[in-house]
């Protein structure tokens, strides 16, 4: 069985920043792809990222969410079994539940529905 639990969210400012982390146990975690996701206060959950390197770097193939491109990075660290969101110049709109999920897909559209295995989700809240 895969386990997926995230840290790192919290209260923070406008403009401010966090580094998110999903932590991953299981059989074969580097067969893993992993994805990061939100849902905002009565709201649909939306695809953030998805698609990082198995070697932690960024590609053609790895995805943002418009509203947060720019400003947002996923990266990995197979030493430490983790998946990081680091979370820069935060904006009100960016509160929610951040969730971290796991796919044996490759190059995947950044949709849940292409996901099997999900964390219980952090709270991220971004308030002044």
């Known amino acids: 069985q895969l386990q997926l639990v995230e840290s790192g969210g919290g209260l923070v400012q406008p403009g401010g920043s966090l580094r998110l982390s999903c932590a991953a146990s299981g059989f074969t975690w580097d067969s893993y792809n992993i994805g990061w996701f939100r849902q905002a206060p009565g709201k649909e959950r939306e695809g953030i990222s998805c698609?990082?390197?198995?070697?932690?770097?960024?590609?053609?193939?790895?995805y943002y969410l418009a509203s947060v491109k720019g400003r947002f990075t996923i990266s990995r660290d197979n030493a430490k079994n983790t998946v990081y969101l680091q979370m820069n110049s935060l904006k009100p709109e960016d509160t929610g539940v951040y969730y971290c999920?796991?796919?044996?897909?490759?190059?995947?559209?950044?949709?849940?529905?292409?996901?099997?295995?999900w964390g219980q989700g952090t709270q991220v809240t971004v308030s002044s």
């Open positions: 999920a796991a796919t044996m897909g490759k190059d995947v559209y950044c949709s849940g529905y292409n996901y099997d295995y």
């Open positions: 698609n990082v390197r198995s070697d932690g770097r960024n590609d053609g193939s790895t």
